[in-house]
């Protein structure tokens, strides 16, 4: 059974930084076989993608978090990452990691969360000014 872990998060004050890893499990393939992704929602919002990558290097960005975050990965490690710098109190929410059912990240819906078979369990991440 495949199992996603994250870890991370915390409270920080505006400006700050944090990383985010979320460990992976149970793959029948290598970690990096397929689109990962990290999507976060807040309180009474919906669930947003924020970033995704794969094995081709294929890197996607919400507009919201582009230039501040940047997404990892270390296949040795089954490990995602998610670099997030100048913090934003918008940016607090629940962050999720994701698995994709498929190889390639979409060009287009990889914010879908649909895309997504697995999920872990989530780590909050708090930004106050």
């Known amino acids: 059974e495949v199992q996603l872990v994250e870890s991370g998060g915390g409270s920080v004050q505006t400006g700050g930084s944090l990383t985010l890893s979320c460990v992976a499990s149970?793959?029948?393939?290598?970690?990096?076989?397929?689109?990962m992704g990290w999507f976060r929602q807040a309180p009474g919002k919906e669930r947003e993608g924020v970033a995704v990558?794969?094995?081709?290097?294929?890197?996607r960005y919400s507009d919201s978090v582009k230039g501040r975050f940047t997404i990892a990965q270390d296949s040795a490690k089954s490990t995602l990452y998610l670099q997030m710098n100048s913090l934003q109190t918008e940016d607090t929410a629940m962050y999720y990691c994701?698995?994709?059912?498929?190889?390639?990240?979409?060009?287009?819906?990889?914010?879908?969360?649909?895309?997504?078979?697995?999920w872990g369990q989530g780590t909050q991440v708090t930004v106050s000014s």
């Open positions: 990558i794969d094995s081709t290097g294929t890197i």
């Open positions: 994701a698995r994709d059912k498929v190889i390639f990240c979409s060009t287009s819906d990889w914010g879908t969360t649909s895309r997504y078979d697995y």
């Open positions: 149970g793959y029948r393939y290598t970690f990096s076989s397929v689109c």
